[in-house]
């Protein structure tokens, strides 16, 4: 974990105004383990994450309620969630550079461009994000994803990126002893338009090689004819289970006690060596 939420409003009256609560946990950071921390304070969760990034790695970046256009207008439009370097550009050939250029364009413009993207950025653009801090959270799913530098149009570049992804989420649904029963494939395209897909396993598991198998199906399979080259791609588990009971398969419990073996061995590699010591290759054809 390199960054956390944190909702002061019910400790104000025990350690004070929430810039000082921030100050002291700057400073217990530092006396502690020696390392600086960068922490934006704000009304909610979207303009906190802007504000602790905007002076790293050590500052103290405070949003005051009543200066919320302020804090965002000047910002280049990519500081919002989901647009960055590329989709800026996107935004860039709409005339719109800036957060205030964008909050200044009209709705029904933007959601006929985008979508439901087009609200959900405008409403950014306005400082709006209602989500609660939810402390102490059961994870309901899993999931990993990047957005590329450039669009992604070559299907063999997007099963490499998601064999990696694949590989991430089944070493995180071992390390927390969880099992998943449906795999998500997430994908942007260039336009902005997202589309999800999804598939039921037999059984819950943590099986990286099972795990590829649904996601990379869903892939190569399940996506639209001809469509936008891609830039963003995710995929995760839900349906999690962490009782350890498998109900078993007869016919292949042998190859999965392989894969999880294999599984097993890998996780151990990489805890020693790191994340990038070992890979899967995707180069192993498209499903049938």
Avoid at 161 to 184: K, M, P, S
Avoid at 191 to 208: G, K, N, Q, V
Avoid at 210 to 229: S, V
Wanted: hydrophobic share 40%.
């Amino acid at each position: 974990m390199d960054e956390a939420f944190l909702d002061v409003t019910g400790s104000e009256h025990l350690f004070g105004p929430a810039v000082e609560i921030a100050r002291q946990i700057k400073q217990a950071i530092r006396e502690e383990i020696r390392l600086v921390v960068s922490v934006g304070v704000a009304p909610n969760k979207f303009l906190a994450k802007i504000a602790s990034d905007l002076k790293k790695p050590d500052a103290l970046v405070v949003v005051e309620p009543d200066k919320v256009q302020e804090f965002l207008d000047p910002l280049p439009v990519e500081r919002l969630w989901g647009v960055g370097k590329h989709g800026s550009k996107v935004f860039e050939r709409l005339g719109i550079r800036t957060i205030g250029q964008l909050r200044q364009s009209p709705l029904d413009v933007l959601q006929s461009r985008f979508g439901s993207s087009g609200e959900y950025l405008w409403n950014l653009a306005h400082g709006r994000d209602n989500r609660p801090v939810v402390p102490e959270r059961e994870a309901k799913s899993i999931s990993n994803e990047t957005t590329f530098e450039r669009d992604v149009a070559d299907m063999e570049v997007l099963r490499a990126w998601l064999v990696d992804l694949v590989e991430q989420t089944g070493w995180r649904l071992r390390q927390h002893r969880l099992r998943g029963r449906t795999v998500h494939l997430k994908v942007r395209f260039a336009d902005f338009s997202l589309i999800t897909r999804s598939c039921t396993l037999p059984e819950a598991t943590d099986i990286t090689q099972e795990l590829w198998q649904a996601a990379d199906e869903m892939l190569c399979h399940r996506l639209p004819a001809g469509h936008l080259p891609v830039r963003l791609v995710g995929m995760g588990v839900s349906g999690l289970d962490d009782t350890g009971l498998t109900q078993g398969l007869l016919f292949d419990a042998a190859e999965r006690e392989k894969q999880s073996r294999l599984d097993a061995v890998a996780d151990q590699i990489k805890e020693r060596f790191g994340g990038g010591a070992i890979r899967r290759g995707s180069n192993i054809g498209p499903p049938g």
